[in-house]
């Protein structure tokens, strides 16, 4: 989640929030429940486990784990639980193709291990470019039990969350495949059995399985950085006309805050619920100040960790549309990862997702910037190269350590302040003149250049 590891434990006020929004009562491991609001109707199963397997398959499963909808299921997590995910592993007759961030699972490696060693072809990707050291034992095991297992493109993070089974089903995840994620850990998976999506979901894992250049096939409504990401989160706000819920782990990429703002200025009703991290205060305040409403879940490993990344358009109403992937609202993960979301039009599933991000908007608390009282910045700014419009913005504050996020015209950059509360930003790309705010801890300061 970030390269955070999360609590195995959750408070009961964490847990008590996701039975309300998922309707589970009591269950045992690898039971699942469904949220509130699909129709779901109780079914029994019987499900031996599956010779090899290492992971605890229930005996019975009291509710349908997800809203489902034609081709298409949405996992709601932590209710629903990973079972589902590790039968389809188990489940596996021909093929497994993982592509994920981050894998420290040792049931979900045992259950691919066990496929390899019954003769299906297991490829695994791991990223590289910055969980190497956290991918390492399960690149290890894997590479030592028949798995065809590769770590990505050097250069590159490949965030990516996604399964896919004998080319028939793919499962596109905002989670990450780690054990300690899943009790405490707000996410969602798409399970998509359509031809055209799972057809080009494979073409893609082929290529960067094989480290060939591939631009990504959409597919049905698939959206993959960095060739579609930041304009398909960007039609998505800007075409939303009543309403706008996210949750997402990240906000710092300047198009996404303005486009949010300017959805809120035309009378978009935008909720945010996020983890609270100073590292967004910057962008809460301007959304804050253009008329978002932003909630945030404090970051203690007892409480739930917003690590979802999905946007409702006009949950109910004509033309309603959602996205769910392993995007960020960053720079980064927009335009540069390799990442996969899906965008969906069914009114159940958007139903059943837009219930779960209000219930935790509602859980949350209204965010309030850092307190001002006593803090003090001030920012000079210099023009570097006037061409392409750089600038050289100077803070001095007493706020030793804190960061220091300078902004303009819709750009935006950080830099820590040193221990004398000094700090030199690079701001690249505001026009000339324009007024520049800068947020160091709690102080605001401006200047122009």
Not at 52 to 58: E, L, Q
Not at 134 to 153: E, F, I, M, Q, S
Not at 247 to 265: F, G, K
Not at 324 to 335: H, K, M, Q, R
Request: some cysteine; overall charge negative.
């Amino acid at each position: 989640m970030s390269c955070m590891y999360r609590s195995l434990l959750t408070v009961v006020a964490g847990a008590v929030l996701l039975c309300a929004v998922a309707g589970c009562g009591g269950r045992a491991p690898g039971q699942t429940a469904t949220p509130a609001g699909t129709g779901a109707k109780p079914v029994v199963t019987a499900a031996p486990p599956t010779a090899g397997s290492s992971s605890p398959m229930p005996t019975r499963t009291a509710t349908r784990p997800a809203a489902r909808a034609g081709r298409l299921q949405v996992l709601v997590e932590p209710a629903a639980g990973v079972g589902l995910i590790y039968r389809l592993i188990n489940g596996a007759r021909r093929s497994v193709d993982l592509t994920m961030y981050e894998l420290s699972d040792p049931a979900a490696e045992a259950d691919l291990a066990a496929d390899a060693a019954r003769g299906v072809n297991v490829r695994v990707l791991l990223d590289q470019h910055l969980e190497r050291s956290r991918n390492l034992a399960a690149y290890d095991y894997l590479a030592g039990h028949g798995v065809h297992v590769r770590w990505a493109a050097a250069g590159t993070i490949y965030h990516q969350k996604t399964l896919t089974v004998d080319g028939a089903t793919s499962v596109i995840m905002t989670l990450n495949l780690v054990t300690g994620d899943y009790p405490g850990t707000r996410d969602f998976a798409v399970v998509d059995t359509r031809p055209a999506d799972v057809a080009a979901i494979t073409a893609t894992f082929n290529a960067d399985f094989a480290g060939r250049a591939i631009t990504p096939p959409d597919g049905l409504d698939l959206v993959w950085s960095p060739t579609n990401s930041q304009a398909s989160v960007l039609a998505l706000i800007n075409g939303a006309r009543r309403s706008l819920a996210i949750e997402d782990e990240e906000m710092n990429d300047p198009q996404v805050t303005s486009a949010l703002m300017a959805a809120a200025r035309r009378g978009v009703d935008v909720k945010i619920i996020m983890t609270a991290n100073p590292e967004w205060d910057a962008a809460f305040s301007e959304l804050e100040g253009a008329g978002v409403h932003v909630r945030v879940v404090p970051d203690y490993s007892s409480a739930l960790y917003i690590h979802a990344k999905v946007i409702v358009a006009d949950a109910g109403r004509a033309g309603q549309r959602m996205m769910v992937g392993s995007e960020n609202f960053s720079i980064a993960s927009l335009d540069y990862n390799r990442e996969l979301g899906i965008m969906i039009s069914d009114p159940a599933l958007i139903t059943t997702v837009s219930k779960v991000v209000l219930a935790d908007y509602a859980g949350g608390s209204a965010y309030h910037p850092p307190s001002s009282a006593g803090a003090w910045c001030k920012a000079t700014a210099t023009v570097y190269n006037a061409a392409a419009d750089e600038n050289d913005v100077y803070v001095h504050s007493n706020q030793p350590g804190a960061e220091a996020t300078a902004t303009a015209g819709g750009y935006t950059h950080s830099y820590p302040a040193d221990g004398s509360g000094y700090a030199l930003i690079y701001l690249n790309g505001p026009p000339p003149g324009v007024l520049i705010t800068v947020h160091v801890g709690g102080a605001t300061c401006t200047t122009r250049d």
